[in-house]
Nanobody, 125 residues
Framework: QVQMVESGGGLVPAGGSLILSCAAS????????MGWFRQAPGKEREFVAG????????YHADSVKGRFTISRDNAKNTVYLQMNSLKPEDTAVYYC??????????????????WGQGTQVTVSS
């Protein structure tokens, strides 16, 4: 079983930046694809960004492309989400998750095995 702990959320004005971190337990971090998702009040969970396990290919939702960047440090068992030019509509609880299967889309939350507890990001207008 993998446990993840997110950190870095908070309150930031529009146009500001935050870096989210997600530290995973275990020695098999490199065997997982990793993803960031978010859920705003009253809305469904949505994919934000994903990064593959070995090569580190990245994918970002259109809504955050050019503003957010996912990265990973396999030596530290940590995945990051750099968020720039934040907008009020980015306000949500952000979750990181692991995907052990080698098939399936990174953007499909149903493909993920373990989830963190979430960290709140609030962007004021």
């Amino acid at each position: 079983q993998v446990q993840m702990v997110e950190s870095g959320g908070g309150l930031v004005p529009a146009g500001g930046s935050l870096i989210l971190s997600c530290a995973a337990s275990g020695r098999t971090f490199i065997t997982y694809d990793m993803g960031w998702f978010r859920q705003a009040p009253g809305k469904e969970r949505e994919f934000v960004a994903g990064i593959t396990r070995t090569v580190g290919d990245t994918y970002h939702a259109d809504s955050v492309k050019g503003r957010f960047t996912i990265s990973r440090d396999n030596a530290k068992n940590t995945v990051y989400l750099q968020m720039n030019s934040l907008k009020p509509e980015d306000t949500a609880v952000y979750y990181c998750a692991t995907k052990s299967g080698r098939w399936g889309r990174l953007s499909d939350g149903n493909e993920y095995d373990y989830w963190g507890q979430g960290t709140q990001v609030t962007v004021s207008s």
